[in-house]
């Protein structure tokens, strides 16, 4: 899945959450605009911070697993990546139903091209869909290039216009993270990047008049359309 059919709509997706230091603020920005996003969530950092799963669901937006270890499950054995992503499921369905079909994203987008991880995620849960993005924030970049606290805003604002003038924005699946599982300098900013890239975001599509709903179940294969409709 890589867009929307309604290009009055985004779908803001949030990799690698929740953390204890953003997630509140991350809520409560979305709540303010109106706004829905999807989540796919790190079992490893779930687990430190159960509550915020439960509040993410009660607040109405969509939850779904980014394995439990951040690492290249695309390179790991089948039986190691669905262990992975069990459970982390596992963990997530403490608060809410499992969605059926799922949707997945793995943890670097590892094996989004791959038929071998694609086929181990289809036994894994039938009929799942790998969703990819449109647009992408690169805040995996953005506090690498911050010095001080003062270059977080700008160096977001810079990010969120370019998104702005991207063509793929309207129906478009967003990439975001929160708080980037990663090794690149500049980690301290992370938690504000975080939180100021979101809230420029949400200022920038409600001026646009863009609708930040969570992402809608895959469509059903083509052959079963067939089936249903003749
Ligand atoms: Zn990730």
Redesign the pocket.
């Known amino acids: 899945m890589r867009s929307l059919p309604d290009r009055g709509t985004v779908a803001i997706t949030v990799?690698?959450a929740p953390m204890p230091d953003t997630m509140p603020a991350m809520l409560d920005l979305l709540e303010r605009f109106g706004a829905k996003a999807t989540f796919?969530m790190?079992g490893c950092r779930a687990v430190l911070a159960p509550e915020l799963v439960a509040q993410t669901v009660r607040r109405g937006h969509a939850v779904y697993a980014?394995g439990w270890d951040?690492v290249r499950l695309d390179r790991e054995s089948p039986r190691r990546l669905t262990d992975d992503m069990e459970r982390c499921e596992t963990l997530l369905a403490r608060y809410r139903p499992t969605p059926s079909p799922y949707l997945v994203?793995l943890?670097?987008n590892g094996g989004w091209r791959s038929a071998r991880v694609h086929r181990t995620l289809a036994r894994w849960r039938p009929g799942c869909a790998v969703v990819h993005w449109g647009p992408s924030t690169e805040d995996h970049m953005i506090s690498t290039r911050c010095a001080a606290v003062a270059d977080v805003e700008p160096e977001c604002r810079r990010e969120v216009e370019r998104l702005m003038a991207d063509p793929r924005l309207p129906g478009g699946i967003v990439l975001m993270?929160d708080q980037?599982?990663n090794d690149r300098p500049g980690a301290e900013f992370k938690p504000a990047v975080t939180i100021t890239l979101l809230r420029l975001l949400l200022e920038a599509l409600a001026a646009r008049g863009l609708k930040s709903v969570v992402l809608p179940p895959p469509a059903p294969p083509v052959w079963w359309r067939r089936m249903v409709l003749t």
Do not use: A, T, V
């Open positions: 990799d690698d796919f790190s980014h951040h994203r943890p670097y993270h980037p599982i």
